[in-house]
């Protein structure tokens, strides 16, 4: 079985999340290992319809500090206190439009680890970088950034294949899973472009563990369908 989570971003506010997870709810998702993660401000409802289901709810990101003056951050501790059980750290769409570094994430998933969080960690290259040969470079770095813990897996997430309709090959998304476990021994998902016509073939990689799902998890059926793809084949 693979992991299947969906990444809503800036969509679904309370309203349109907790009519998403009522559908979810009733459901039957062959056993699917699944995490939705909502906008902060829609975690609250997520929990709440989807509490004794096997859907768990991440954040979006977390800081690193359990209290203190960071307008606009929301620490582990409160979303443990809502009953969010994990965040994802250093997205790609963090790093570009809001100053995320390596080390930015690095406190992040240090700091959410140790409060206990499940933590699924951001990486991948932009195409420039894919096309100047830069891949394993940058890998590595950002690889490097994150120690190995029960709770946490990585994304593997092409900057170039992510909103933009075109998925890494499963070729190209097995080689650099099998490369960034060679840095970190921590499970891998895919993420960029998982519809539910591609989550089969991809899913069926090896290396790719689960898929980090962007816009095709906003819809109630193509998310349904992603998951039990990952339901139906083994580890
Ligand atoms: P898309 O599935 O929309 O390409 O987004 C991928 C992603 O960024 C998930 O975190």
């Known amino acids: 079985?693979?992991?299947?989570?969906?990444?809503?971003?800036?969509y679904k506010g309370p309203a349109e999340a907790a009519e998403f997870c009522l559908g979810l709810r009733d459901e039957d998702l062959d056993g699917a290992d699944v995490v939705v993660c909502p906008p902060y401000v829609s975690l609250a409802v997520s929990v709440q319809l989807l509490a004794g289901t096997e859907v768990a709810v991440a954040a979006q990101n977390v800081h690193w500090d359990e209290e203190g003056p960071y307008t606009g951050e929301i620490s582990a501790r409160m979303l443990l206190e809502l009953g969010v059980y994990g965040a994802i750290v250093g997205h790609s769409e963090r790093r570009q439009y809001f100053g995320e570094t390596d080390e930015t994430t690095a406190k992040r998933?240090?700091?959410?680890?140790?409060?206990?969080?499940?933590?699924?960690?951001?990486?991948?290259?932009t195409e420039e970088e894919r096309e100047t040969g830069q891949t394993?470079?940058?890998?590595?770095?950002?690889?490097?950034?994150?120690?190995s813990d029960d709770?946490?897996?990585?994304?593997y997430e092409p900057v170039w294949a992510i909103g933009t309709g075109r998925t890494a090959t499963p070729d190209t998304a097995q080689e650099a899973h099998l490369f960034i476990k060679s840095i970190l021994d921590v499970p891998v998902l895919y993420g960029g472009s998982v519809k539910p016509d591609n989550a089969a073939v991809l899913l069926?990689?090896?290396?790719v563990d689960g898929a980090l799902v962007g816009g095709a998890s906003l819809d109630l059926e193509s998310f349904?369908?992603?998951?039990?793809?990952?339901a139906n084949i083994p580890s």
């Open 136 to 147: 394993e470079q940058v890998l590595q770095r950002q690889v490097s950034a994150f120690e």
């Open 151 to 155: 709770n946490l897996v990585l994304a």
């Open 224 to 230: 349904i369908a992603i998951c039990r793809a990952g």
């Open 1 to 10: 079985m693979k992991l299947i989570a969906g990444n809503w971003k800036m």
């Open 204 to 207: 069926s990689q090896p290396d």
């Open 109 to 125: 998933a240090r700091a959410a680890l140790a409060a206990g969080m499940f933590v699924i960690g951001c990486v991948g290259e």
